[in-house]
């Protein structure tokens, strides 16, 4: 089994930054890939993917040139840097992990494990 724990969301203004941790625990050798998805309602999107090797990541147009998924220097943590925010970036955000590759993992293919989510809130 894996836990994932995610920090790092709050409010801030348009325009501003935000940066979003998620580090992953227990049997993390059954993950690949980890994954940055957001959720308004019932609407989920994947946004952003990376393999915990870091030599590959993928990510939604909707914020490609805005925010940046990278590994950590400790075992099994990543972040997503999100810059230039907009509010329409308003949403719960959550990591999740699994086998898959990053193509695969931000359409929702092959998700193991989810955090419990971080809220980010972009104010106009």
């Known amino acids: 089994q894996v836990q994932l724990v995610e920090s790092g969301g709050g409010s801030v203004q348009a325009g501003g930054s935000l940066r979003l941790s998620c580090a992953a625990s227990?049997?993390?050798?059954?993950?690949?890939?980890m994954v940055w998805f957001r959720q308004v309602g019932k609407g989920r999107e994947g946004i952003a993917a990376i393999t915990t090797d870091g030599s590959r990541t993928y990510y939604a147009d909707s914020v490609k040139g805005r925010f940046t998924i990278s590994q950590g220097n400790a075992v099994r943590t990543v972040y997503l840097q999100m810059n230039s925010l907009k509010p329409e970036d308003t949403a719960m955000y959550y990591c999740?992990?699994?086998?898959?590759?990053?193509?695969?993992?931000?359409?929702?293919?092959?998700?193991?494990?989810w955090g419990q989510g971080t809220q980010v809130t972009v104010s106009s």
């Open positions: 999740a992990a699994g086998a898959s590759s990053p193509f695969d993992l931000v359409r929702d293919y092959g998700v193991y494990y």
């Open positions: 227990g049997y993390t050798g059954s993950i690949n890939s």
